[in-house]
C-alpha cells in the first residue's frame, strides 16, 4: 500500500504488507420503486387494479398486461407515468372484459428510452358476470401467411391489435365489422412465435391467441 506506515513503540514488531485493491459495484437504482399492486373484484365483471410508486425516474408508462393461465400475457392497456418524481404516487386501471375464473395481472413499466421492468404478477377471482357481446374466430391458426378473422355478435366499428407474447403492439387498425363476414390479415413477413389478437368493440374485447410458423 503506497504512502502507508506504521507508527508507535511496537512499529518495529510488525511488517506492513500489502493488500489487493478492494472494489465494490454501484448498482443503479431502479427506475421505478413500486410500494403496492393490487387486484379486486368490483361490480358487474370488472376487475379494478391499483398501484402505487414511492419514487419514479424516467417513468414514461405502465403497460398492464392480463394472462388467464399466468404464464402468456397480452397487453390490455396503458396508463401514463409521472416521469420523474420522489413523492408517492398512485395509479388506477380497471379491467372491464375480465373472463370468469383466476386472471393473472403484471405492470410493463417502460421508461422514456425504451426500457422495461416487470412488477410481480397478482392473481384475482373475477366473476365474470356479465359475458362479452364479441366473439372472434381467427384460421387458419397456426398460420403461416394470411389470417381470416371472423367476428360474430357485433356490427359496426371496432379496433383490431395484434401484440407479441411479448406485449409490443405490432399491428393496430380500425375496422368495420359485420358479422360473419371476414377480415384479413397478411402476416407473411412477421417472424413466427406466439402473438395475441385484439379486438375492441363498444360492446368489449375479445382476445385470441395467434400461432405464426
Known amino acids: 500500500m503506497e504512502g502507508a506506515s506504521l507508527v508507535g ?3 518495529p ?29 368490483r361490480s358487474g365483471s ?6 402505487r410508486t414511492a419514487t419514479e425516474k424516467d417513468n414514461d408508462y405502465f403497460q398492464v398486461e392480463r394472462s388467464q393461465d399466468g404464464r402468456a400475457f397480452a397487453a390490455i392497456g396503458q396508463v401514463k407515468g409521472n416521469g420523474t418524481t420522489n413523492v408517492v404516487q398512485a395509479y388506477s386501471y380497471t379491467d372491464g372484459t375480465a373472463l370468469a375464473g383466476t386472471v393473472y395481472y403484471r405492470l410493463k413499466q417502460v421508461d422514456y428510452d425504451g426500457k422495461f421492468e416487470y412488477s410481480k404478477v397478482i392473481a384475482v377471482k373475477a366473476s365474470g ?66 402473438y395475441y389478437l385484439q379486438l ?10 395467434i400461432v405464426k410458423q
Open 129 to 194: 358476470a356479465a359475458s362479452l357481446h364479441t366473439s372472434i374466430v381467427a384460421k387458419p391458426n397456426p398460420t403461416s401467411g394470411k389470417l381470416v378473422l371472423i367476428a360474430s355478435h357485433h356490427k359496426g366499428a371496432g379496433n383490431v391489435a395484434l401484440l407479441h407474447s411479448s406485449g409490443k403492439v405490432m399491428l393496430a387498425k380500425e375496422v368495420q365489422i359485420e358479422p360473419g363476414q371476414p377480415i384479413e390479415i397478411d402476416l407473411s413477413g412477421w417472424s413466427p412465435g406466439v
Open 46 to 51: 370488472s376487475v379494478g387494479l391499483t398501484w
Open 200 to 209: 375492441k368493440t363498444a360492446t368489449g374485447m375479445a382476445v385470441t391467441k
Open 13 to 41: 514488531n510488525y511488517i506492513l504488507v500489502s493488500v489487493d485493491d478492494a472494489y465494490g459495484i454501484i448498482q443503479k437504482p431502479l427506475p421505478v420503486t413500486l410500494i403496492s399492486f393490487e387486484g379486486k373484484q
Open 9 to 11: 513503540v511496537d512499529a
